[in-house]
Every structure is written in C-alpha cells, then in structure tokens.
C-alpha cells in the first residue's frame, strides 16, 4: 500500500513543491492549509491531493483533523512540517502579538502535528518525519527575532524527536532552506532583498522544487539511517 503523507502547508511555495514530489514517488499526499481557500481548491483540482483546512498552532484542531485524515485516508507515514509564517520587525517595533503567533505557529506546529502522527509511526515501526528550517534559524537574520527563535527551536526539536524516534523506526531530521523564490520572500522589500542575494554565492534565488526533491530524499525508504540531521539547501549563502 502506498505510503501517506501529511504536508502542513502543503498547497503553495515551497509546501506545494513537497506534495508533487512526494505524490510523484507513489505516496499519497495530503495537504494542510491555513487561509487560502481559493489557492488551495486550485491545488487540488490541479493535482488530485487533498486539502484539508485547519490551523497547525491549534493543538486540538490538529487532534482533530489527523483523526479525520486517518479516518478517510489511512494511517499516517510521513509527515512534512512545513507550514510557516513571517511577521518580519525589529524587536523595537516587534509586539507580543508578532513573537507569540510566529512561535505558536512554526514552532509549535511542529510539536501538535508529531504529538499526532508519532505514535502511530511508532506502533507501525516506521516513520519519517521532516521539519523545515531555515537559514535564519541557523545565522539568525536582522528583523526576524522571532522567526529566527521558532526556526531555530526547529533545529533542536528535530534533534530531541530523533533520539526518541529512531529504536522505533522513526527517522527525524530538518530541511534549512535559504532564499527561495516563494511569496514569503516575495514579501521582502526590494532593495533588501537584492542585498541578500547579492551575497548568495550561487547568485539567485532558490526554487521550490529544489528544496521539495531534498525532502523527498528524506522521506525515502533509501534514508533510514539519516536521522537528526539537517540538510542546507541555500545556494552556499551559510556554510559551517
Ligand atoms: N543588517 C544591519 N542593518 C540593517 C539590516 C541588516 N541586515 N537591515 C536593515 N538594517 C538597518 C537599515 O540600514 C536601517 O538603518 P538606519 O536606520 O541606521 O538607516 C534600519 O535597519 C532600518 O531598516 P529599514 O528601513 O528596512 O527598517 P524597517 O523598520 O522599515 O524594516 C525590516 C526593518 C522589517 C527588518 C526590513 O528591513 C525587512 O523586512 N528585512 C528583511 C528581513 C528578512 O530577510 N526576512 C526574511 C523573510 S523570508 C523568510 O523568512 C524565509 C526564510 O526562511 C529565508
């Protein structure tokens, strides 16, 4: 039977890359969103993978919607956490509200949605479970205090849920994304933005897809001994 996959913000950027490559190597794929309603139906007629709405910070909405999911689709895999959000300031203008739902959101998403699907992978001896990082979580970014912290949280949650995963078959690990041509970066002010990429060694933006086919790798039967690791896909922009 094929495998089935979770993909939390699953219907654009680079989410919606993720679920045509995982549905590309035989999985069956649902995708979670937020807000878009209109992009993510579009999705769906597209491609064929489900959509499924709720909020990845809510822990008892992702309670409910894995259940749902398991229900009409089967047990769950794999899943991608991959839902983000931006509330870019400098911390003197950041308010509570900015820290709170970005942290509520990145990073605590990541924690309600392997509070869902890890014991079921634990049972069933296999998992694979991959959260998206990013490059401001390891080199930190000017205007992103919280961003940075729930990207970095990321890091070290994927390492913690390793060590506990791996007896059981469960594999762990983290995709650091750099600059990637989606909205989110899109939502960069121009002249900012051309700063950036301009110390991007590879001298472009990232697409989708090239961080969607690292997932994949991730999320293979071939990566069984990859865990706790985290994978950096940014066109050379950190290196350590
Ligand atoms: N390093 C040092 N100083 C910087 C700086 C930087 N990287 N960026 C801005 N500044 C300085 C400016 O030079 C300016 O200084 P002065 O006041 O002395 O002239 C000051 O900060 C204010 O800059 P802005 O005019 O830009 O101020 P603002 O309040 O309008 O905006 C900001 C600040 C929100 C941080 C804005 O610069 C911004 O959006 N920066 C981009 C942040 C970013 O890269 N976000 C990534 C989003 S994509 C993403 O997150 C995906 C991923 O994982 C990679």
């Given at each position: 039977m094929a495998r089935i996959a979770i993909v939390t913000g699953?219907?654009?950027?680079i989410g919606a890359a993720i679920s045509r490559r995982l549905q590309d190597m035989g999985v069956t794929v649902v995708a979670n969103y937020a807000g878009n309603e209109d992009k993510a139906k579009a999705f769906e007629g597209e491609t064929g993978i489900r959509t499924f709405k709720w909020d990845v910070g809510d822990f008892d909405a992702c309670q409910a919607a894995f259940a749902q999911i398991t229900e009409e689709?089967?047990?769950?895999d794999i899943l991608v956490n991959n839902a983000g959000i931006t509330r870019d300031a400098t911390l003197m203008r950041m308010t509570y509200d900015m820290w709170d739902e970005v942290m509520r959101v990145n990073l605590g998403g990541c924690f309600n949605m392997a509070k869902a699907v890890f014991p079921g992978m634990k049972d069933r001896g296999w998992g694979r479970i991959v959260n998206i990082g990013s490059i401001n979580g390891q080199g930190g970014q000017y205007g992103q205090v919280n961003y940075a912290a729930a990207k970095s949280g990321i890091h070290g949650f994927t390492k913690a849920l390793a060590q506990e995963g791996a007896k059981f078959g469960v594999t762990v690990n983290a995709l650091a994304p750099g600059y990637i041509d989606t909205d989110m970066v899109a939502a960069v002010p121009e002249d900012v933005l051309a700063k950036i990429v301009a110390k991007v060694p590879v001298g472009r933006l990232g697409q989708a897809d090239e961080i969607a086919r690292g997932v994949a790798f991730l999320c293979g039967?071939?990566?069984?001994?990859?865990?706790g690791s985290t994978l950096s896909i940014n066109g050379g922009q950190h290196m350590y």
């Amino acid at each position: 039977m094929a495998r089935i996959a979770i993909v939390t913000g699953g219907s654009r950027g680079i989410g919606a890359a993720i679920s045509r490559r995982l549905q590309d190597m035989g999985v069956t794929v649902v995708a979670n969103y937020a807000g878009n309603e209109d992009k993510a139906k579009a999705f769906e007629g597209e491609t064929g993978i489900r959509t499924f709405k709720w909020d990845v910070g809510d822990f008892d909405a992702c309670q409910a919607a894995f259940a749902q999911i398991t229900e009409e689709v089967g047990p769950v895999d794999i899943l991608v956490n991959n839902a983000g959000i931006t509330r870019d300031a400098t911390l003197m203008r950041m308010t509570y509200d900015m820290w709170d739902e970005v942290m509520r959101v990145n990073l605590g998403g990541c924690f309600n949605m392997a509070k869902a699907v890890f014991p079921g992978m634990k049972d069933r001896g296999w998992g694979r479970i991959v959260n998206i990082g990013s490059i401001n979580g390891q080199g930190g970014q000017y205007g992103q205090v919280n961003y940075a912290a729930a990207k970095s949280g990321i890091h070290g949650f994927t390492k913690a849920l390793a060590q506990e995963g791996a007896k059981f078959g469960v594999t762990v690990n983290a995709l650091a994304p750099g600059y990637i041509d989606t909205d989110m970066v899109a939502a960069v002010p121009e002249d900012v933005l051309a700063k950036i990429v301009a110390k991007v060694p590879v001298g472009r933006l990232g697409q989708a897809d090239e961080i969607a086919r690292g997932v994949a790798f991730l999320c293979g039967e071939d990566a069984g001994f990859v865990t706790g690791s985290t994978l950096s896909i940014n066109g050379g922009q950190h290196m350590y």
